[in-house]
């Protein structure tokens, strides 16, 4: 199956800080999606990104699909950014979910 | 417009007992996804409905289990509740069985004792 990889496993950041978040896939996906989830274990929805680049807010994310990669860009963090952020890959509605990048903002 | 709903909150079984946990996915989504995420393990997939039928499922034993009802809402069933079944089960709804955004519901946390 496919297999992704988060990188790095854990960030800690000064409030305002920048950070970039990364995911590698081994194959050809036709969905890429980006989560956060937080301190309460809700999951939400950040990103449909299975190419291009997209922004929201704070948040941003460009997904290489050709190069099997994505990038979460998160500017001026905030310490309710802090949690975990998934990434999950795959094609139609087989997903397969990264190990996740622990984010800590600290005020 | 209602997000995903799941229920119970929390539950707390003992081991070889039945769990059963629900769903009620957005108005107009077909597709219901089941997760778990296990301490340490991260997020694992389930089990996948779309329109009442099991489509996929994950690398998980059969006695996790559901099904998809007319309404689109969704159980999951685990039978003979192990300790390592303890976990945060999450669930999620599409519009449609393509490559769609999924929109997670709060989750259960079961509890296996």
């Known amino acids: 199956g496919i297999q992704v990889e988060q990188s790095p496993p854990d960030l800690i950041l000064q409030e305002g800080a920048n950070s970039t978040l990364r995911c590698n896939f081994s194959?050809?996906?036709?969905?890429l999606q980006w989560f956060h989830q937080n301190p309460w274990g809700q999951l939400i929805n950040l990103f449909y990104?299975?190419?291009g680049t997209k922004q929201n807010g704070r948040l941003s994310a460009t997904t290489v699909a050709t190069e099997r990669y994505s990038l979460l860009y998160i500017s001026s963090s905030q310490t309710t950014d802090s949690g975990v952020y998934f990434c999950?890959?795959?094609?139609?509605?087989?997903?397969?979910f990264g190990a996740g990048t622990r984010l800590t903002v600290k005020p | 417009e209602a997000g995903v709903t799941q229920s119970p909150t929390h539950l707390i079984k003992t081991r070889g007992q039945q769990a059963t946990l629900r769903c009620s996915p957005i108005?107009?989504?077909?597709?219901v996804y089941w997760y778990q995420q296990a301490l340490g393990l991260g997020l694992q997939f389930l089990l996948w409905?779309?329109?009442?039928?099991?489509?996929n499922r994950g690398n998980f034993p059969p006695r996790f289990s559901g099904r998809q009802f007319p309404n689109y809402s969704s159980e999951l069933n685990v039978n003979a509740l192990e300790l390592e079944d303890s976990a945060l089960y999450l669930c999620?709804?599409?519009?449609?069985?393509?490559?769609?955004?999924?929109?997670f519901g709060p989750g259960t946390r079961l509890t296996v004792l």
């Open positions: 194959d050809s996906v036709n969905n």
């Open positions: 409905y779309d329109e009442g039928e099991e489509r």
């Open positions: 999620a709804s599409s519009q449609g069985q393509l490559a769609n955004t999924q929109y």
């Open positions: 999950a890959v795959g094609n139609n509605n087989d997903m397969r």
């Open positions: 108005s107009g989504h077909t597709s």
């Open positions: 990104i299975p190419s």
